[in-house]
């Protein structure tokens, strides 16, 4: 059986994959009521409402329970990856779907595993994937990241499906970086939106969002084909172009001069963006490497500067050559 830890909108729609073809699913909520709603209606309201759910998966609001499953996903918010993951016993692989960076270590969600789950091996799923889309069976591709070639084989074939394609990777670092940091460009993209800047300057925002990405990437060892592939500008790609994403949203939000506070206290999904910024913001200063976006974006969120500012800053910022 495949357990899933997490019912957010994501954990959900993997669950939905899965089950296609009747196979097990033990899908883990944090809240009782998404355990007893599922369970009672096959549906789940708060998270990826109107969509009936397979019969093939069973909500449980016991983590330990996931003990019992040979494959578990692990797809919380990520600063509630560590917490939750040292709760899961048994050592059965673990398939990392989180994107972010914690809050306070600067780690990326394979290094929190290796603390909080020492003992089992881990892959990444990362990549462009709007969980309603998912849901909805729409064709998707992404990648699976794993040290072992033949580890990651298995899980690719125990998660594949007809419309739900994993490619493989042995780059995990590189795999979660560009799921992390495109968070975090998806901001800016949302700000150009809610600002009126232009399709030219969201243009501009993706290419050097890019160049960041794989600036930042290369200084922690990824690989620079996994940045350019699905997890790193494919789902950058992705999640700069529509308003389903929820750090775009966010963005958006700042563009049109709400405040950070205000748009993120009254809500129930999770803007991973905002948590990695500053986090990220850290992690670049530590290898020397230069992040304007990504400043740019911690300034607004903290309220330090508004929109006008940062565009200014950033176009003033010194000519120089295009190359990462
Ligand atoms: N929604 C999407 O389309 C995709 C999301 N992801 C990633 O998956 C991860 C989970 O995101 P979603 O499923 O979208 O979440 P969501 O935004 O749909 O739901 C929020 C989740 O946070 C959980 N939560 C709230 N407070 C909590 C607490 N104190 N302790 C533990 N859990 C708590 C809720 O139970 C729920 O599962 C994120 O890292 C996200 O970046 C990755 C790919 C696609
Ligand atoms: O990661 C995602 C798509 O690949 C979802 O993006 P948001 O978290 O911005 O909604």
Redesign the pocket.
Known sequence: MIGILGAGAWGTALAQVIAQNGEPVLLWAFEPEVVATMNETRRNPVYLPDRPLSDAIRATGDLAALGGCDLVLVVPPAQHLRGLLAQVPGTAPRILCA?GIEAGTGMLMSEVAAEAAPGAAVAVLS????AHEVADGLPTAVTLACEDAALGGMLAGRIARPGFRPYLSDDVIGAEIG?AVK?VL?IACGVVEGAGLGQNARAALIGRGFAEMTRFGLARGARSETLAGLSGLG?LV??CSSV?????SLGRGLGLGQSAAALLSDRRT????ASTAPVLEQAAAKVCVDMPIVSAVCALLAGRLGVQEVVDRLLARPLKSETV
Not at 270 to 273: L, P, T
Request: proline share 5%; aromatic share 10%; glycine share 16%.
């Open positions: 994107k990549g462009p994937t709007f799921g968070n998806a789902d992705l999640t389903s994403s929820r750090n775009f999770v803007a991973e963006g």
